[in-house]
């Protein structure tokens, strides 16, 4: 750690909007993708046109996460973290004004450029102005909000867009976007670039393979993956099983809370030395392929036991991943491992509903479920695998 970096925590000041910013990125990203296939104007006419909008926030951020990411490593992140809340603000405010749908196209793709930009620069900024010694606790806290931001996202969205249409929520998002501008303009102080030897792409690529990196960052992944099937496909399993809208939504609500819960608390447990990275993470990963499994299981049942398996298992997995890589990251490559991190997220995000379509439409849900369960389940166990033999070598060699 350089001599720029701070070895104290920042006064919680510095760090309320860091977490507004990450609240507002879930908030915008859910909030209306839950809400516009209930939207009846001519925006949203066919289930291929909802899929294109639905599409459009997640593609840029796959697309731009990284770029953004190492463009706040060149210039700084507050300015990127700034540019994209304005920015996000400005492609919210343009749906209200023009209330077209040639106009939505234009402010979903907006929304998720401008995210693209802030959304990596604040993660990266939660790691510079804490010490190393706190990244858990600060990480913990940030996934916090976002999960506030998904759980309040569906609800309060639908009570916008109830009460005034999609426009409404537009304006909420315009706002927000600008007051935590703002805010993070006026508390969040400079951090500036710091100097960094030239990489090269074998370089780059050498990084991405690192397993410091990979390791995080594939986790993370799974993380997503199952928390978006959760979120999309746990209320098909309850409607299955002939539940109502009010017990299924609460399934949901669950997985939500426990994620949210859990961050804060595991990200104290790593700081204090209760919880290393490593088995952290295995521990995560295997409760959340659990909470897959669970989700085979027919009825209320199985459907509470998966929401909280899922939501625990990713709310352990998010502050220990994104630790490890500020730890394993100089920071002054900080905002380019964060964006690439973030693609990974996104990439999960994207591919945990399609693998358990896809093996729906073969076979059942059920069996989809079992896929992606066994997937997140085989990197942890090859790794106890491997940790009980070594064990039993040292052992063995001990005795001899």
Known sequence: MTTTEPREAAPAGRMWPLYAA????????????????????????????????????????????PVFGSLADRIGARPVM?????????????????????WLWAARLGQ?????????????????????ARHGRAFGSYGFHKSIGYTLGPLLGGVLVWAGGLRLLFVVLAVLGATVALWAAVAVPHVPPLPKQRQTVVDLARRLADPAFLRPTAALAAATAALSVGVGFLPVSGAAAGLGTVATGAAVSVLAACAAVVQPKAGRALDEGRLGTRAGLTAGLLATAA????????????????????????????PLGFAALAASTPPERLGRTMGSAELGRELGDAGGPLLVAAVASLAT????????????????????????????????????
């Open 112 to 132: 998720g450029a401008a995210a693209s930009a802030f959304s990596p620069s604040a993660s990266a900024l939660v790691a510079r102005l804490n010490p190393a």
């Open 291 to 318: 909470g897959l499994a669970c989700a085979m299981l027919p009825g209320l049942v199985g459907v509470l036991l998966a929401a909280a398996l899922i939501g625990a298992g990713t709310g352990l997995i998010t």
């Open 22 to 65: 990450g609240f507002t990125t879930a908030f915008g990203a859910h909030g209306i993708a839950a809400n516009l296939g209930g939207h009846s104007d001519d925006a949203v006419t066919s289930l291929l046109v909802l899929g294109g909008l639905l599409a459009l926030y997640d593609g840029a951020e796959v697309l731009l996460k």
């Open 365 to 400: 849900l059920t069996h989809g479920y079992a896929a992606l369960a066994l997937l997140i389940a085989v990197g942890p166990a090859v790794a106890l695998i491997k940790s009980a033999r070594n064990t039993a070598e040292n052992a063995t060699e001990n005795a001899a």
């Open 82 to 102: 700034l540019g994209g809340l304005v920015a996000f603000a400005l492609a919210s405010a343009a749906y209200v004004v023009a209330d077209s749908p040639a």
